[in-house]
Each structure stands twice: as C-alpha cells, then as structure tokens.
C-alpha cells in the first residue's frame, strides 16, 4: 500500500480575519483551547500520517517551532503577498502524490484523516441555506461534474485527497499552466474547475457536519465564547480603552483593504460605525506619528477631513467616523478633480508651519539604505535610475524655499466624497514639504495618462501654471514615483506587503524621469 503524505497551507495573510491575524496568522490561533495546525497535525499523525509539509509565507517565522516540536517540513512561500494557493502548490510539486492537500486555518471536530484512502475527493456539506460558497454539481456516482458560485445542495469545505493519478495529472496541468498571471493568483480549486473533465474528484460528505472554517472573526466568536471578549488583541484593547466599553461591545468587524502602511478595519459600537487604523510594522522608522496628530488636528480645523475622532500620541493608532456609501476619487472625472484640487491647494495656501519635516527624497534615501541586494538585483537600470533621480532633485531644490504642511500621501484612496462632502483622510506621512510633492505623489499613484496628468497643474493653478513652476511641479512627478517605489521595496525587504502597485510606480518613474 502506498504510503499517504499532507500538504498543509498556511501561506496566506488571512486578510478578512481582521484584526486577529494582523497579530498572528489565523492558523495559529487558539480555538477550543488548541492551535488550529497544531490540532490538525496530531489528528494526521494519529492516523500514521508522518510525512506533513507546512508552506509558510506570511509572518513564516511564527510556524518555526513546528519543525522541533512535530517534525513536519516547512517551505517558504516568498509571493505570498501577491499570488494565491496555486504559488504555494508549485513549491511542493515534488510532494504531491497520495496526498491530502489542506489548509491550515480548519477545525476538525471528528478526525477525518485515513491512513488507507484510495479514490480522490473532495470534502462537502450539506447547505441548508449557505451561499458564498462553492457547490458542487455530480453525477451518479458522486464526480464533480461542475462548480457554481451561487446555490447548491453540497459545498466544498475541509480538505482534498489527490491519489497518485490524480496528483500526476494535476501537476501536469499546474506547471503548464502557471505561466499564466491569473493562474498564480487564484485558488487551485479555480484551476480544478478549468479542467474538470481531467481531474477526477468524488465528494465524501462530512455528515456529522465535524469540519468548521471561519471566514471572518465574527463567525469565530460565534464558535468560541473565548472569542466574545477576547483579551489578547491590542487593537480590540486600545478601542475598548477609548470608548470605554467591554471588547464584547466591538462587533460587525469587517476588514479595510486600502493603505499600505496601516492594518484599518471597520467596527460598531453602538448604532455608529468607526474604521481603526494601525501603524503597520516598520513604519515608525519613516512615520512620525506626532506630525500625523498635528497635521489631523489641522485638516479637522481647515474642515478638509471632518472624519477624525481621536489618534493616540504614543501608540499611533487612529480612530475616525466610517463615512457610510462614500466613494474614493476618480481620476477621470474633471469634477473631483477640480474639488480635490481646490482642497489641497487650500492647505498650500494656508501655509501652516509644523514642526516635522517631511521631505520625499531625503525619506528616500533612508529606506534605500535598507533595500536588500537581492531586491535591487531584479532591476538592471537601479544604479542608473538612481543617479538620474538624483540629478532631476537637486534641480528642484532652489525653486521653492520655505516649505509649509502638505499631505504627502494624496492620492486617490485617501479623498473621499459622500453626497457633497469632500474629505482628505490619512496623515501619516504630513510635515512641511513643497507643494508639488503632493500633486507628485496623486499622479504616481494614478492611471491617468501623462497629458491628463500635466493638464492637472492647470486645474491645480486655477490658470496657465508659469513656465518655470510647471517644470518644477512635473519633476516631482518623477521624485514622488521613484519614493512610491523605493518605499515598495522597503517594505519586500522587511517581508511585507508592498501591494500591487509596485510596477506602476517603477514604471511611473521611468515615464515622468524621462520626461524631466
């Protein structure tokens, strides 16, 4: 009898699990008193499944003690950021065989595994009124003949099992196909349903309904009391200390997706909605979280964000009002483009003088230093594109003197609009800086063509913008790109998500430098 290996996945940030794993990856949570892997682990080597590999990727060095105290084998995902569970399937090829292939974050009431499978499958449920899931369609002999995204009688949830042919197969279909950039981000069930009629899968039903999954950190509360006032999470703590209510009283958590150097979710209290916001790891060494506190008083005070409610001077982390059904800007409508820029240029004229700096190339140079060779390697022209970004900065420095409080963080996710209201969010990167630098940053970060984005100075002007001005303002397009990607490197060197905008910037740069 062939002998049966595990693939457990454990890769992935677990995003909507906020805020729990933005403190600890979800399957290493506690849950009845045990760590999800942990009790996954022991039921498979219970059955005399010995041979179990771990892929890691986010947070990985929290699943180290693995190896010592289980003898399983780790493996590091590094796109774990940016590609879904296909990436992490293509690391173990070599493992896929008479697999189970599982994911990390599942609790096993029952101990489903088995020493002696034979057939390949699928685990699934019975329904009885869940939707946003994937159900199964099969045939007489319980195949999967197709998958849909709406409504069925069973649904997939737990664990597969590949047996040799199926895992042959599957891994013929997963090396030709990955070339393909929505392969590497999808789930291989995605992959699965694409070539169905090739890989065989029967659906086993979990019957006594023994495998949970959840989703979201309210469906864990529901699960385990433990949950309802859970002590452990600092954030769930520092919004209790402010509003001074039990964690209990935190509830409808759903996590934010936008910002990069923040970890924000919504949250209730009460009738009213809130969005915390905390400092993301490494950001204190290029935020001051004083300059972001004076700088939200200031926009509060100048009724450019009427959002803010508190931020902690020593922790960092931001309370505001959830501004319900408001939409970001578009890039592409003159009309929010005309009230954000009238905005911001109403903070450039009031020239308010803070006592932080805060100076794009200089907070350049410093997260270059930190920038891996590994990384800079990937980019033949990174010496190249550095002396020439350097030259078009020094060209700028006698235009404008006096430098007075910008954003240095504008662009579209951090400008909202609720009926007629406008509101510029997200400080964080505040101090006195020259005004360019925000229109530099709001163009960066854009998909707006170069002559909208030079048409831009003009609805920015009110007018015709003087020559020398304009030249100045478009030489901060390219220094506030080349800070956009330089600060996305920094974070892939600090094993953090730099998110997806890394190339659009790197491209950004080379556009505007050439320009310039």
Known sequence: MNSINAIIMAAGMSSRFAPLSYEI?????????EVLIERQIKQ????????????????????????????VELVYNKDYFRYN??????????????????SSDNYFEENLFNSSEIES?????????????????????GTITDITFDEGIYYMIGHAYFNEETSTTFKEILTHEYAREDVKEMLWEKLYLEFIESIKLKIRIDENKSIFEFDNFNELRSFDNYYVNYPENEMLNNISNYFQVPVSEIVNIKELKEGLTNLSFKFDIGNKSYVYRHPGEGTEKIISRDAERFAQEQARALKIDKSFVYMDKEKGYKISHYIKDCR????????????????IKRLHDAKIKSEFDSNLWNKTLEMLQ?????????????????????????????????????????????????????????????GNDDPAADLGIFVASSDMTVEQALKLLEIYEGTEMEESKYTHFVSYYAIA????????????????????????????????????
Request: glycine share 4%.
């Open 44 to 71: 498979l080597q219970e059955k005399g499944i010995n041979d179990i590999t771990v892929v890691t990727g986010y947070k990985a060095s929290k699943f180290e003690y693995l190896k010592d105290q289980f003898g």
């Open 121 to 141: 499958y699928y685990y699934v449920q019975e329904a009885h009124g869940i939707s946003d899931e994937y159900f199964v369609k099969t045939d007489e002999e």
């Open 85 to 102: 569970n296909t990436s992490s399937l293509m690391l173990v090829l070599d493992k896929l065989k008479n697999t189970y292939i599982c």
């Open 25 to 33: 990856p979800k399957g290493l949570l506690k849950v009845k008193n």
């Open 328 to 343: 970001i800007l578009n890039y592409h409508s003159e009309d929010d483009l005309k009230v954000a820029m009238k905005q």
């Open 370 to 430: 930190e920038v891996s060779e590994s990384i800079r390697s990937n980019y033949n022209n990174f010496d190249e594109l550095y002396d020439k970004m350097e030259s078009i900065y020094k060209s700028t420095e006698d235009f404008l003197k006096e430098k007075y409080l910008c954003h240095c963080d504008f662009f579209n996710t951090n400008i909202l609009f609720k009926d007629k209201e406008s509101y510029i969010i997200d400080w964080e990167y505040a």
């Open 481 to 516: 790109s080349y800070y956009c990607f330089i600060w996305a490197l920094y974070q892939q060197s600090k094993d953090q998500n730099p998110g997806s905008m890394l190339d659009t910037w790197y491209e950004s740069t080379l556009v505007y430098s050439s320009i310039v």
